[in-house]
């Protein structure tokens, strides 16, 4: 089982509340970062061999739908000539509305993009200006058509609550328009006010009002009694999909299976002994200068010892409703969960669930996901 990701650290605008590796990009830029991620995927083929075919590819960003058709096609069959693409791979690129054209999108499909994420954010025009969002409803509303058209059948939306202003009456009517888009998955995040963004700046200075902890509360109640309702398995902390579409490249991360990574700002976990972190610093020029030297752009980040090893799959996988497979951890670890962390478990007895052999969170303690999960540490 193998698993890609591809970093793409360009957008046209830089958002107030993003502090996601990205910077604004000519097309010049874009074409040069291009051909830098085909040689670091040679690198990477030379110095982290992947095991087994590619089972699930992600274009990440940044904004990937910056990219045409040709330049998605090259990273796609350098891919496969390296590595070797299943033929049952799920291959997805986040996408920004407004960006894409039919063209664009027939293209994308043709390439072998299976999977759109587009970023939604919100379905109303007020917010999305709060939110210095280059688009419009009406850009959201033409790119899910255009792509459902061309033939996607497996799109995610991404919307984020909690934002400034935003009632539980108007999340409502939003959660009832990004239904009849007909998602088959959908990302909802909590607004974060990343330091050294503007919307921390603002916040600092009172002229951003966060959202109180009862409001989000609140709003994730709404959020999750809605979309399931709707159909949807909330399967993770912030993931909802019908069945059958759950996001399978997410799943490598919380399953905490090898995933190598190319692109300046991209992270990989290596499996080997209790596993690897490898990070490849936000620097271009950096990442530059490496790969016209055919040297690797990646530096270990952290070495995971058993203990460390073992937090961290509970971190990962109790934040998923499948939970943690004792069997698994118990052939992995050599001990059942609550044998080897008897005082969390004791800690944790009112939220903690058991059956078939898995212990699982309800999706109401998520809501204090870090202040339970700190029992293991
Ligand atoms: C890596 S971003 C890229 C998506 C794409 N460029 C876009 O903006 O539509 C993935 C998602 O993270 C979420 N996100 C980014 N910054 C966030 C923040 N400060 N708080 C909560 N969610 C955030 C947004 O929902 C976004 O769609
Ligand atoms: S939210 Fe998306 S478009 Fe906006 S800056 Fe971040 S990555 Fe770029």
Redesign the pocket.
Known sequence: MSSLYLHLPF?RSK?P????Y?QVGSAEQLNEYVDLLILDMQVLAEVRPLTGSLQTIFF????PSLLTVEQVDRLLQQSDRLFRIDTNCEISL?A?PGTVDEGRLRGYRSAGINRLS??V?SLCDHQLQLLGRGHTVADVRDSVALAQDVGFANMNL???FARPELTCEQLQGELDDLLALRPQHI?L??????SG?R?AELRTRRELVEASDEEYAEQYGLIHDRLVEAGFEHYEVSNFALPGFRCRHNQVYWRREACLSVGCGGHSFVATGWGERWAVPADLNRYRRCLIDHRDPAQRLETFDRQGAMVETLYLALRTSDGVDCRLFAETFGGLPEELFPEAFQRLDNHLCRADNRWFFKPSSWLIYDHLISAFF
């Open positions: 957008c958002c509340y993003c502090d996601f990205s990440g960003g940044g904004t986040e920004n587009l970023g954010q991404d919307l984020m990302s995040y909590g607004l974060s006010y990343e963004t919307f």
